[in-house]
């Protein structure tokens, strides 16, 4: 069983920067995929960026050259580097895990507000 937990949320003003991390118990280094979701209100969850056992990674087209994910296999931990913030950025962020062909494992997700 893995277990994923995020935090580096908070409340930013437009333009800054704030980089999450997800904290895994399990070996996530053989998993497919790793990657981070998000929902604002009213909205559905979509995906914002993955990055693959391979270290391929992609990008939603709305965060494409501001946010970066990254992965710390040592330390079993991804991140996701976020700068130039706006707010439509601001959601709750879900770090998630994908072993196989689904994502399986979700984090608790934590808030990040942009503000204007």
């Known amino acids: 069983q893995v277990q994923l937990v995020e935090s580096g949320g908070g409340l930013v003003q437009a333009g800054g920067s704030l980089r999450l991390s997800c904290a895994a118990s399990?070996?996530?280094?053989?998993?497919?995929?790793m990657g981070w979701y998000r929902q604002a209100p009213g909205k559905q969850r979509e995906l914002v960026a993955t990055l693959t056992k391979g270290y391929t990674t992609s990008y939603a087209v709305s965060v494409t050259g501001r946010f970066t994910i990254s992965r710390d296999n040592a330390n079993n931990t991804v991140y996701l580097q976020m700068n130039s913030l706006k707010p439509e950025d601001t959601a709750v962020y879900y770090c998630?895990?994908?072993?196989?062909?689904?994502?399986?494992?979700w984090g608790q997700g934590t808030q990040v507000t942009v503000s204007s």
């Open positions: 998630a895990a994908l072993p196989y062909r689904s994502w399986d494992y």
């Open positions: 399990g070996r996530i280094f053989s998993f497919n995929a």
